[in-house]
């Protein structure tokens, strides 16, 4: 597979930079990816307390952000 080295912005083609092709964001790498890694050890020492973790933050989210903020998520998990 080849990867791209044009893009249509608009209806008008842009070239991207060859530095840009292939490199990657460490500090975006490594901070996604602790979060993922300390889900992943939450959920393999203990799932109830993931699941109480993640009930909690659903609830903050819905008491702050309203009814937007919960029809937006569910949303997200029945599609």
Known sequence: MEIPTEVLV???????RKSAI???DWSTFW???GFFLLF???ALIDLKTL????????SWG????GLYWQV????TFAS
């Not at 699941?51 to 659903?58: C, D, M, V």
């Not at 937006?72 to 949303?75: E, T």
């Open 10 to 16: 608009g209806s008008e083609p842009c070239t991207l």
């Open 22 to 24: 292939g490199k990657l």
């Open 40 to 42: 992943l050890i939450i």
């Open 62 to 65: 819905t008491h702050y952000f």
């Open 51 to 58: 699941s109480g973790l993640i009930g909690g933050a659903f």
């Open 31 to 33: 901070i996604s990816g």
């Open 72 to 75: 937006l998520m569910l949303l």
